[in-house]
Structure formats: structure tokens, C-alpha cells
């Protein structure tokens, strides 16, 4: 009895170890390694210590860094533009009417920075009027800038003075000047002097409202070099409504009832009724019915006024055309 009680307290003993041990070994089981971490870097030696040093040195942003001022300077830059050049709208105007008479109003002329100004200059007859031109001078700004010619001012400049704007004429021959504030808001004047006339033109240039003169015509009340020559003699003489000098620039009064023309392009005519006249605006001839007075504009348009009529007969490069005109529907 004594081996066997002995021969048991040996099996529980082992079967308490073995029971010991098992935790341990889940435990181990259970903490299974996860992914290897990276080793570590090796240190650096005093010699690639001393290159990245130098590095660091003579590029001290890292391109993080450098993306982030690159987008700062993009941003002041564009501030600084929208400070230095104001947004502004064009707008359209009837053609200016100037004479060399003494006592003529000054005329303005709108203009804003960043945005050129053309202005070009007709005669009566609605042909080109050339600026003059100075052989002896180079510069047509007191401001010092030289003019846009393409000889570069070697051959002269325009017969053009102002100050504060830059102006600039392209060739000698030219009837067109460029206008340009040379600040937000600058105040000056412009003196042009036309081709064999007898004193300069004077302008009183403004900026900074916002609006500019995008494209304006000067018509002379005068004949200039290039006039051109009258119709027949049977053609009425011109009239100086303001009202018919805008409709020659395509632009009506609102007292004006637009006319639907039939048998004729809208491109080859325009045309208005105003009480019991009417006044067409075109390139073609007008043949009948006989006009009461007629004004000539640039690039080969006249208007013509006339009693009303349901029909007019034009020549169009020597062929009879015919055309119906009645009030335009809603």
C-alpha cells in the first residue's frame, strides 16, 4: 500500500508540473512574432556627416518646403496684379464730332490701365485722316517711352503729345493711335496734330471709372487729304444731328422703331423710322427714293434720311437692288 500511494503522489506531481508548464507554452503560442521591424540605420561616418552638412547648407528647404513658398509668391503675385489693374468694361459710343473752329468744347476720351484705347480720326466724307508725322523727333511721349513703329523711332514719330498715357501710332500714314494710362489713375491731356491740318486736336483723357473707350471714331467736320469725292451733284448736303451721327455708328436713339428690311441682308442694311422720316444705314447706293440729307462714316457706310416709304431701290457695284422697309414686330 505504501508503493502504491507512493507510485500516485509521484503521477500528481507530474501531471501539476505538466499543468505548469502548459500556460507558458500557449502563452509563447499565442505571442507570435509580427512583421520584422527595419533594421536601423547604420551611423554615419564622420565624412557622410560632413557631406550631409553640407547639403543641408546649400539647400536648406526641402521641396515640401519650397512648394509651399512657390504657392505664397503665386498668391502675393497675384494680389499685387489685382491691386496694379483694375477690371473695366468697355463701352460703345457714337463717333466724336470735332472742328478746327475757335471755342469747340474739349472732348473726352475714357480710357483704363491694361486696356489699350483706339481712337481713329475721319473726315467728313468719312475717309481715313492721317496723323502727321515728325521726321525730326523721335519720341512722341514727354514721358520718355518711345512709339510703337516698327522702325523703332529712327524715322520719326507722330505728331502726338501727352503726358502720363503711352501712345502709340504703328506706321507714319496711320489714322489710328493707340492710348494707354501709364497709372490707375491718371489725369492728362492729348494734343494731335492730322495730316496738312491747321492746329492740332485737343483731348481731355480721364481714367480710372471703371469703363473705357475700347474702339472710338473722330470725325473731322472737315475734308481731309484722302476726301473722297461727292456722289453727283445731286447728292443733299450733310446734316450735324447728333442723333444721325450715332445712328452712322449703328447705335439708335430709343425713340427709333428698327425697320424689317426684305429683299436685303441685315448686314447690307440697317435701317430706322422716326416720325414719318426714315433713315437707312448702308454701303450701297441709294438710288431712289430721293434723300433729304445723308451722312458719310467710315469703312464705306452713309445714312440717309428720307420721307417714308414701303420701297427703296440701291446699286450694289452697278446692280440695281430692291428692297421692302416696314416697322419691325415685337
Given amino acids: 500500500?505504501?508503493?502504491?500511494?507512493?507510485?500516485?503522489?509521484?503521477?500528481?506531481?507530474?501531471?501539476?508540473?505538466?499543468?505548469?508548464?502548459?500556460?507558458?507554452?500557449?502563452?509563447?503560442?499565442?505571442?507570435?512574432?509580427?512583421?520584422?521591424?527595419?533594421?536601423?540605420?547604420?551611423?554615419?561616418?564622420?565624412?557622410?556627416?560632413?557631406?550631409?552638412?553640407?547639403?543641408?547648407?546649400?539647400?536648406?528647404?526641402?521641396?515640401?518646403?519650397?512648394?509651399?513658398?512657390?504657392?505664397?509668391?503665386?498668391?502675393?503675385?497675384?494680389?499685387?496684379?489685382?491691386?496694379?489693374?483694375?477690371?473695366?468694361?468697355?463701352?460703345?459710343?457714337?463717333?466724336?464730332?470735332?472742328?478746327?473752329?475757335?471755342?469747340?468744347?474739349?472732348?473726352?476720351?475714357?480710357?483704363?490701365?491694361?486696356?489699350?484705347?483706339?481712337?481713329?480720326?475721319?473726315?467728313?466724307?468719312?475717309?481715313?485722316?492721317?496723323?502727321?508725322?515728325?521726321?525730326?523727333?523721335?519720341?512722341?511721349?514727354?514721358?520718355?517711352?518711345?512709339?510703337?513703329?516698327?522702325?523703332?523711332?529712327?524715322?520719326?514719330s507722330p505728331a502726338v503729345q501727352t503726358t502720363g498715357f503711352y501712345t502709340c501710332v504703328p506706321y507714319a500714314g496711320s489714322n489710328t493711335i493707340n492710348i494707354e494710362p501709364l497709372s490707375l489713375s491718371p489725369r492728362g491731356g492729348l494734343l494731335v496734330t492730322l495730316k496738312g491740318a491747321i492746329k492740332p486736336i485737343s483731348f481731355l483723357l480721364l481714367a480710372g471709372r471703371g469703363t473705357y473707350d475700347d474702339n472710338l471714331t473722330v470725325r473731322v467736320n472737315e475734308d481731309g487729304p484722302n476726301a473722297k469725292q461727292e456722289m453727283g451733284p445731286e447728292a443733299a448736303p450733310g446734316t450735324a444731328e447728333p442723333f444721325m451721327n450715332a445712328m452712322l455708328s449703328g447705335i439708335a436713339p430709343a425713340s427709333a422703331v428698327p425697320q424689317s428690311v426684305e429683299g436685303l441682308s441685315p448686314d447690307d442694311v440697317r435701317a430706322w423710322r422716326m416720325g414719318n422720316e426714315l433713315y437707312i444705314r448702308t454701303r450701297l447706293a441709294l438710288m431712289t427714293p430721293a434723300w433729304d440729307s445723308s451722312e458719310r462714316g467710315e469703312d464705306g457706310y452713309t445714312l440717309y434720311a428720307f420721307r417714308q416709304t414701303p420701297y427703296i431701290l440701291l446699286s450694289d457695284s452697278g446692280r440695281t437692288v430692291s428692297a421692302s422697309l416696314k416697322d419691325m414686330t415685337p
Avoid: H
Avoid at 557622410?48 to 521641396?63: G, H, K, R, S, Y
Avoid at 480710357?111 to 525730326?136: C, E, H, L, M, Q
Avoid at 523727333?137 to 514727354?142: F, L
Fill in 1 to 156: 500500500m505504501r508503493i502504491r500511494a507512493m507510485k500516485t503522489r509521484s503521477f500528481s506531481l507530474a501531471l501539476l508540473g505538466l499543468m505548469g508548464f502548459m500556460p507558458f507554452t500557449a502563452l509563447a503560442q499565442s505571442a507570435a512574432p509580427g512583421p520584422e521591424t527595419a533594421p536601423a540605420s547604420p551611423p554615419l561616418s564622420a565624412e557622410q556627416q560632413d557631406q550631409q552638412a553640407a547639403e543641408d547648407e546649400a539647400i536648406p528647404l526641402t521641396p515640401e518646403m519650397i512648394r509651399r513658398l512657390g504657392n505664397r509668391l503665386k498668391e502675393n503675385q497675384k494680389a499685387r496684379e489685382d491691386v496694379a489693374t483694375e477690371v473695366a468694361a468697355p463701352t460703345s459710343r457714337p463717333a466724336i464730332r470735332v472742328s478746327f473752329a475757335p471755342g469747340q468744347q474739349t472732348s473726352l476720351i475714357f480710357t483704363t490701365k491694361g486696356y489699350p484705347t483706339a481712337v481713329s480720326f475721319v473726315d467728313r466724307s468719312g475717309a481715313p485722316w492721317p496723323i502727321a508725322w515728325n521726321t525730326t523727333s523721335t519720341s512722341a511721349n514727354p514721358d520718355g517711352l518711345k512709339n510703337c513703329s516698327s522702325d523703332g523711332g529712327k524715322g520719326g
